[in-house]
């Protein structure tokens, strides 16, 4: 039995016709002839000395000694598609994909994208505005936005700024609700996309570190919180708004935050590349970049004053 390994292009023939269980499909995929990959398949066969397939009328199957291989053949392949994806991305200085949630790409990244553009017309920017768990060599994806507690393993995290919760409405709401106390009774809109933080940042985590009986919300349920906002620039009610997603609305007056008291939520979010990939020209400098849109904020997040959470006995 011979112990070197056999031609590539023989296992990457196998492995198509293993995945599709159909050299005719297996051939279209590589773009070759069905004798051309039959050949293949029979020369990997030769080389190990046994079959790999069963030869039916109209279709295939694998043998004991294919579904050994078929496995790892599949991961092998994946593994060399991912690593040569990463070495082509590193070879690009001018395109950059980032992906980050709907709600801060709505409110942060796309009211400021202009900034961007303007200082790196250099560099291509693509977007994906999913939660979705995100491979970055598989899907193509230079630098992630995320939001929670971590860890990252095997990854570059900075962590953003510190992420705080506080009521946000018009400003000519403020007049109506002038005390936390008023706000019984306000329309008080629920983002149930901080759901998942422990411990809360929701309505009744807010009142109770504020010192105040629970407030109950009233209002509409949001699953994303940019709807929720919106629901609020709309003049619907309050919400509780997170740092990063209302502070441009702050600074520019759409909104306020009357109270001057906010809540951690504990989470922050996290500026995530592959470990290495940090240091890519276009990488750093959307780093960079961000990091300065959070300072023009920082003297207004820094106008609030932190409230303690009671201590539970």
């Not at 060399?80 to 395109?95: E, F, I, K, P, V």
């Not at 060599?137 to 570059?156: E, K, N, S, T």
């Not at 620039?233 to 997170?242: D, F, H, I, M, P």
Request: glycine share 6%; charged share 25%; proline share 7%.
């Amino acid at each position: 039995m011979a112990t070197s390994l056999p031609p590539l292009t023989a296992l990457r023939a196998f492995d198509a016709a293993a995945r599709h269980m159909s050299f005719a499909k297996a051939a279209e995929e590589l773009n070759v002839t069905p004798a051309a990959l039959s050949f293949q398949i029979k020369s990997l066969e030769e080389h190990l000395g046994a079959p790999l397939f069963r030869r039916l009328n109209r279709a295939v199957e694998l043998t004991d000694a294919g579904h050994a291989l078929a496995p790892d053949a599949k991961a092998a392949f994946e593994m060399l598609t991912n690593g040569w994806r990463a070495a082509q991305r590193m070879q690009d200085h001018q395109s950059l994909t980032v992906t980050a949630g709907p709600a801060f790409t709505a409110k942060w990244l796309a009211p400021r994208l202009f900034q961007f553009a303007h200082e790196h017309p250099e560099i291509e920017l693509r977007f994906s505005a999913t939660l979705r768990a995100m491979d970055f060599a598989r899907d193509d994806i230079d630098v992630a936005i995320r939001f929670g507690y971590g860890p990252d393993p095997g990854l570059y995290s900075l962590p953003l700024a510190e992420e705080w919760v506080t009521p946000v409405m018009l400003p000519e709401m403020a007049e109506r609700y002038p005390t936390p106390e008023s706000l019984r009774e306000a329309v008080l809109i629920i983002d149930d996309s901080v759901a998942f933080l422990d411990p809360p940042a929701d309505w009744e985590a807010w009142s109770e570190a504020m010192g105040i009986a629970p407030l109950v919300p009233t209002g509409p349920r949001f699953s994303q919180a940019d709807h929720a906002l919106d629901a609020v620039l709309a003049g619907t009610g309050v919400a509780l708004g997170r740092r990063a997603l209302v502070i441009k609305d702050l600074a520019e007056g759409r909104l306020v935050a009357p109270y001057g008291k906010v809540l951690s939520t504990g989470a922050r979010f996290r500026f995530l590349c592959p470990e290495g990939a940090e240091t890519r020209l276009q990488i750093e400098a959307f780093k960079n970049w961000m990091l300065r849109e959070i300072d023009k904020t920082a003297h207004i997040a820094e106008s609030f004053e932190m409230l303690e959470r009671p201590i539970k006995k």
